[in-house]
């Protein structure tokens, strides 16, 4: 029985070692991975955003936490894979310019290649105009845009916007996500669709490309 409250508190304390270990051991005693992830590490997170919030932890601590949650992913995320096998499907993913924020970023890469697509990275602080020419170089079908800031979503509208210009609007997909974004802001955008989580991603990105597939 995994110990989710201390999983949460050492992400808190910024208790690398301690995260570490007790994440190794719920590994060990077959504790689902993506409880580890929701409820061990994320539910920390969400702790850490109202403390953020409240004053009570400050930035060189977030960052320092951030870096223990992405150490503790990497035990994790051979876990976490549906093991598909390769495909044919190309994505092109980052956050939008003006956005630092990867974790759920790096989440969502995580599961588009565990089912069995072919991922390109771009970061964080992505201009519109890297997301069209690395999709227009890749011949990509998917197009992924992540945003944790009020501020930065409309960069989300001018990536959009950037698609369209380029001429490659009915050659990819496009899918959104990110704590602030919502299905109505995807649809005020004119995106293809828009996920809550890591692994709602992973299906939409599927159901979208297999779509554009058969047109
Ligand atoms: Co920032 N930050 N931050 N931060 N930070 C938030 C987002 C905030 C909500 C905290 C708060 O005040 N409560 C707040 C935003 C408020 C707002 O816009 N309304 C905030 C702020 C204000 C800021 C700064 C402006 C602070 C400052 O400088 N004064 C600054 C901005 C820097 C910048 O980006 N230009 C800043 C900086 C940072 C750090 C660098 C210190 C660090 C990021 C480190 C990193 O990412 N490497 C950081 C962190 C860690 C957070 C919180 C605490 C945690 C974010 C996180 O990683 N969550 C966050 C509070 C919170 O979210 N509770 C906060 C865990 C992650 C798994 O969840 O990213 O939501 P999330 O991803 C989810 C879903 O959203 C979804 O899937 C994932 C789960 O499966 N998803 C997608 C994400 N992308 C998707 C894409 C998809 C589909 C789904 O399709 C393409």
Known sequence: MA??????NALVSCDAGRLTRLVNEAVAADVPAGDILNQGLIAGMDIIGEKMESGDMFIPEVLMAAQ??????????????????????VVVIGTVKGDLHDIGKNLVSMMLESAGMKVIDLGVDIPPEDFVAKAKVNSATLICLSALLTTTMPMMKQTVDAIVEAGIRDEVKILVGGAPVTQAFSDEIGADGFAADAGSASKLAKQLTSSLQKA
């Open 68 to 89: 223990i949650m992405a150490s503790c992913l990497d035990i994790i995320k051979p876990l976490l894979g549906e093991g598909e096998g390769a495909d044919e499907r």
């Open 3 to 8: 110990d989710f409250n201390a999983m949460n």
